[in-house]
């Protein structure tokens, strides 16, 4: 799922164990995923393209722009990150295909998803960024999980976990009972634009960091960076700002950006050594209806105008 840092200040440790995790979160809830066709289809369109976690946890096609999920690996896990370089550790996403967590009840798995718990007991780190997810409304939370559990089994390699001490502590930290929202009104389209724009992850992406944490005086103005193999994506300045941000944007602009990702020719745009690459998941939230990103570009445009340029969205290593 959509991958982020997200270090919260007010930490207190606990253990790794079943039982100190329980103490802390609690254990997993008795849910039994549902077989509705519409809500299955909820929970399709937020996995693929809202919430990233089938991109996240499927192979990409990282010679093609963007890094379109590759047909067939929908679930199998294997991406990997390695945090501080690796020197940190390094984790890869897991298989959420029945060949992966066939064994767990739909409760572990909602558990995983929203509070961060592992059915072993361990916390999960929030480069799965289930504090995010955890802010969801209840029914798309479960609608996520019962399309996930319609999803044909594919093998993949087994998930990897190697976290420094510090990193264990900081999952330990992080992991939390969710804490549902309330569904934004019929005719919000603020409090929708809000809800989508944080379930997204745009926030934490597009959000400088202040002592390891989202410095939300500063929300929306980009310039977080994101490491790949050939260089580095950073993240634009997407408030209201005229000439650094969308200022000059207009709404139909905006929806045309991600349009263009739902054609067969952005699939055919190479990256490489000399060509840049980006970690936004344009081909996911292409996916999303024309009323869901007008209402994000509504929210968006209700922020307040920071003048953060950011220069350039690549630097090649």
Known sequence: MLAMTFLPALLTIFSCTQSG???KVGPAPAFISSTDEHFIARGRYLAENVTGCISCHSKR?????????????????????PLADGNLGF?????????GVSGWTDGELLHAVTAGVHRDGYALFPVMPYPVYGKMTESDAKAIVSYLRTLPAVEGPPATRRLSVFMTK?????????TWSDPPGLNDVLAKGEYLTRTAGCTFCHTPTKDNRPDMAQAFSGGMEFKMSMGTAIASNITPSEGRGLGYWSEEDFLNKFRAYRTEAARAVEAGPTAPNTVMPWFDYAGMTDADLSAIWVYLSAQPAIDNEVATSWRPH
Do not use: H
């Open 21 to 23: 995790m329980q103490k």
């Open 91 to 99: 984790l890869t996403a897991g298989n959420v295909t029945p060949a």
């Open 170 to 178: 900081v999952a330990n930290r992080t992991a939390a009972q969710p």
């Open 61 to 81: 096609d990282t010679e093609i722009f963007a890094g379109p999920v590759v047909a067939g690996t929908e679930g199998m896990g294997g991406q990997g990150w």
